[in-house]
């Protein structure tokens, strides 16, 4: 078993060899606002916060994190970014949207007031296919409206 | 009354004669311009569970029971397999079916692309699903693929007849040209990459099943299964409320669906069937490459006298021969206008829609073409394409529902004005130019297409109807259609969709379709509620209290209101327009492209959302730019093995690659067309994005690329070819 902190609660989950951050949250706790698109880190749509700092949870081990504190979309459901995203139509889909929050909600933690160039650097390895991204830094640029 | 009529269905191009039932009202048009709530930005109703992952799509799914699916699938391109042992894989801990060739259609033993299913496990984790399917003993004979599609068309290897359009005298109009121009351009595979990838569950309830599926197309998907299946319809119930992406790519039920309704009717238990990012790459769909060899005259005035081409689609093992041929055959007035176009069969995956197919390809060639034309007659591009405007449709005489074409040139002008400017910005290494294309495509939906509206004594609405949101916005737009006509607030309106099984027959999401085929359907049922609550006033003796008024009367009752897409108008052509203003930032020393602005202008009728809808003209410009720029699927060209198999290989653009985008929609309803005057939006961004970059390099640089994607290789080919001949115009006098 492997102890685990998600959103403010404690789990002991299985953690198996090999099983993977985002198998855990979506599959053992149902925390399916996680989305999983690639399953090989490349495209960010499972970005999750591990002690406040952005990770792909399709390439975290689950045992790596033992002991830290995980936060996940559904941790972030009050966090100012949200409305910003549905304000400025920052999503077409909707797949990557939690991924491009999670991402974005690191960003404004360290950088309350990025740059256009801040938020292109911090924002790159998110994809969306439909294309928001010009909304997406809107949301960003905006998120405090 | 209903009334039964015969019209035509037109989806991305292609035409059928249908018979519909019309039981609606006739409707006047709104007036033009912004109402109290159509025409007016709204955010998605649904954004907030989108956005905090509350959304369930498919993929989150997970039934009772459920099981999981790994899929076999030819690894070479064109082989037979001769040897298949499911044994092993039946063997191993939580495999509880195995599936090959025989079972179902949709599993061959003779493999003609990589990536078609061969045999299926399913098992209680995907872990061991995929433990299984290394397990199964499979050897194939491994034979040479047919790669090359001029060869195709050589041999006869078609996936159809040619097909060859043809108006007026070419021979006669390239005679009477002063000027002619021809090149041959070509244009790359390319992939989809929705971020959910296809997948469904299928579980048999009763003598029926239930098929969880991201598409785009619920009844499409019903009367698939249905017929692969052998069932009734009505046996087949299709869910999909939220859906992440397609693109053209999830119209069918596809081998992923028939692999898990066939392991779910062997276990009696949910199945699912999901394609991995890798699998998305081979057996998912793609636009296909196109080789053009086009030909343009006109007289040293501009004006157009005659244009030919011959197109060869390279369609890869099936799909369909798309309108490459689409742009030069509709775009502008030209009285001499002949295309062939090829369909080549070929060892590779089959094509699938992909916004706007046929005409981002074709509209890459012709406009990038007539802008070498402009150059050779010294006509502004801008003036040329004024000049050679179509007034009504030339392919078959009839006149158009609605064109503002010269008003989105008109609006382009301030754009197209900042080209002295963006060129004297240029420097020894960094050349900038503006370049534009024209806009043509469908997006006129039509029937049949249905909707109901429910109002409570709460004066609450609920719009129901089996249609599906694939991420455009629909949904809020339904509602504020419904909001407008009912006279209530937007937040007062709940849109249920997404359930065959809960609503009526709803459109397919492509084609540009959803808005102007389901819009004034909503229109129509919001209009009979309204109409129903009108009369309980009028018995009440008070025509004139408001709605709430009337509604809170009714207790427990509801009023049900039902409203049908009528017809499309007869013998007119419903299309949409726009043109699109791109300026260019090229390093002549490294070849890089960089687009630095994109200014695009469309008219697709009245618009419903304005937020959305820019949403829908940036996000298909930025898929365009990746088309245009960087992304394509690469194969082998011995062995046909596929090379770009995942997310860092094929490279589809990142929120660092996009330009500044402005937006502008003529907004003005098409007269003709249903009581709404809309027409869609998701496609007629990408058409010409790839053309005006291409003409933007022309003006930058006067390299002619003709060569999608414009990789740095294809830059610094075109720019030294460009340096040639200025070589050769330069030194050709001393020699004389």
């Not at chain 2, 070929?346 to 034309?373: C, I, Q, S, W, Y």
Request: hydrophobic share 40%; aromatic share 4%.
């Amino acid at each position: 078993m492997t102890q685990l902190s998600v959103n403010g609660h404690d789990y002991a989950v299985h953690g198996d060899v090999g099983t993977t951050l985002a198998e855990t949250l979506r599959d053992e706790l149902a925390l399916t606002g996680t989305k999983v698109a690639c399953a090989e880190g490349h495209c960010g749509a499972c970005t999750v916060l591990v002690d406040g700092t952005p990770v792909l949870s399709c390439i975290t081990l689950v045992h790596t994190v033992e002991g830290s504190e995980v936060t996940t979309i559904e941790g972030l459901r009050d966090h100012p970014l949200v409305d910003a995203f549905v304000r400025t139509d920052a999503l077409q889909c909707g797949f990557c949207t939690p991924g491009q929050i999670v991402s974005a909600v690191a960003l404004v933690s360290r950088t309350p007031d990025p740059s256009s160039d801040e938020i292109k650097h911090a924002m790159a390895g998110n994809i969306c296919r439909c294309g928001a991204y010009p909304k997406i830094e809107e949301a960003i640029r905006t998120w405090r409206d | 009354m209903a009334r039964l009529i015969r019209t035509e269905k037109e989806v991305e191009g292609r035409y059928e004669e249908v018979w519909i039932v019309v039981e609606e009202d006739a409707l006047e048009q709104w007036p033009a311009g912004p109402r109290r709530i159509v025409g007016q930005p709204a955010a998605r109703i649904d954004g907030r569970e989108r956005a905090t992952g509350q959304a369930v799509y498919t993929a989150d799914l997970a039934l009772p029971g459920m099981l999981h699916t790994a899929v076999l699938r030819s690894p070479h391109p064109r082989a037979r397999v001769t040897h298949l042992d499911l044994a092993p894989a039946l063997a191993l801990p939580g495999v509880h079916a195995a599936i090959g060739p025989g079972d179902i259609p949709q599993l061959v033993d003779e493999c003609n692309y990589q990536g078609v299913a061969v045999a299926a496990v399913c098992a209680d984790t995907l872990a061991e699903a995929r433990a299984a399917v290394r397990a199964i003993d499979a050897r194939f004979d491994v034979l040479e693929p047919l790669l090359d599609p001029d060869e195709a068309v050589a041999r006869g290897h078609l996936l159809a007849e040619p097909r060859v359009r043809s108006r007026g005298d070419v021979e006669r109009g390239f005679a009477d040209a002063d000027v002619v121009v021809e090149a041959e351009f070509r244009t790359q595979v390319v992939l989809h990459n929705s971020l959910e990838t296809h997948q469904a569950i299928v579980e048999w309830v009763g003598d029926g099943v239930d098929v969880n599926i991201s598409t785009q197309y619920i009844w499409g998907i019903r009367d698939g299964v249905a017929e692969g299946l052998g069932l009734p319809p009505d046996k087949v119930r299709v869910v999909c409320h939220y859906m992440g992406g397609g693109f053209g790519s999830k119209n069918s039920p596809d081998d992923y669906t028939f692999i898990a309704a066939e392991l779910a009717r062997r276990t009696q238990r949910a199945v699912k069937c999901a394609l991995t990012r890798r699998e998305e790459h081979t057996a998912a769909g793609n636009r296909n490459a196109t080789i053009q060899r086009l030909r343009i005259g006109a007289r040293s005035d501009g004006t157009l006298t005659a244009m030919s081409g011959e197109f060869v689609n390279a369609v890869g093992w099936g799909g369909w021969s798309s309108s490459t041929e689409g742009p030069m055959q509709m775009l502008y007035a030209c009285p001499n206008v002949s295309t062939t176009t090829h369909g080549a069969k070929l060892n590779l995956p089959p094509m699938k829609a992909f916004r706007a197919p046929g005409f981002v390809e074709g509209t890459f060639g012709l406009e990038a073409l007539l802008d070498e034309l402009a150059a050779k007659l010294d006509i502004d591009p801008l003036e040329l394409r004024r000049l050679n405007h179509a007034d009504q449709d030339e392919v078959e005489g009839r006149a158009y529902s609605g064109k503002n074409l010269l008003e989105c040139y008109r609006r382009a002008e301030a754009h197209w004005n900042r080209r002295h400017e963006v060129r004297s910005r240029s420097t020894d290494v960094v050349k900038r130019g503006v370049g534009m294309a024209s806009q043509i495509w469908y997006g006129g939906g039509g029937p049949p297409s249905y909707a109901w509206v429910r109002v409570g004594s709460d004066g609450r609405a609920a719009v129901v109807t089996a249609m599906q949101d694939i991420g455009t916005g629909t949904r809020t737009a339904m509602a504020q259609i419904a909001a407008e006509e009912l006279g209530i607030p937007l937040d007062h309106v709940t849109v249920s969709l997404g359930d065959s099984a809960r609503g009526p027959y709803a459109a397919i999401s492509a084609g540009s379709s959803t808005t102007p085929s389901m819009g004034p359907a909503v229109r129509a049922a919001a209009a009979d509620a309204r109409r129903q609550i009108d009369e309980i006033a009028e018995q009440r003796g008070t025509p004139d209290a408001p709605l709430a008024e009337i509604v809170a009367l009714l207790e427990d009752a509801q009023i049900l209101g039902k409203g049908a897409r009528g017809p499309n108008p007869t013998g007119m052509q419903v299309l949409t327009f726009g043109v699109q203003v791109v300026e260019v930032a090229v390093d002549v020393e490294t070849g890089e492209v960089t687009v630095e602005r994109v200014a695009a202008v469309h008219d697709v009728g009245r618009v419903i959302n304005p937020l959305g809808a820019s949403s829908q003209i940036e996000g298909g410009i930025i898929q365009g730019i990746g088309h245009t720029l960087s992304e394509e699927r690469l194969h082998d060209r011995v062995t046909g093995r596929l090379l770009t198999t995942t997310l860092e290989s094929y490279r589809m653009p990142t929120i660092a690659d996009v330009p500044e985008i402005v937006s502008e929609l003529v907004d003005e309803p098409d007269p003709h067309l249903t009581n709404l005057g809309s027409k869609g939006l998701g496609e007629p961004p990408i058409v010409p994005i790839a053309a005006a970059i291409a003409n933007a390099i022309r003006d930058a640089t006067g390299a002619d690329v003709r060569r999608l994607p414009i990789s740095r290789e294809e830059m610094l080919r075109a720019l030294r070819e460009a340096a040639a001949r200025e070589k050769e115009r330069v030194g050709a006098p001393a020699r004389v």
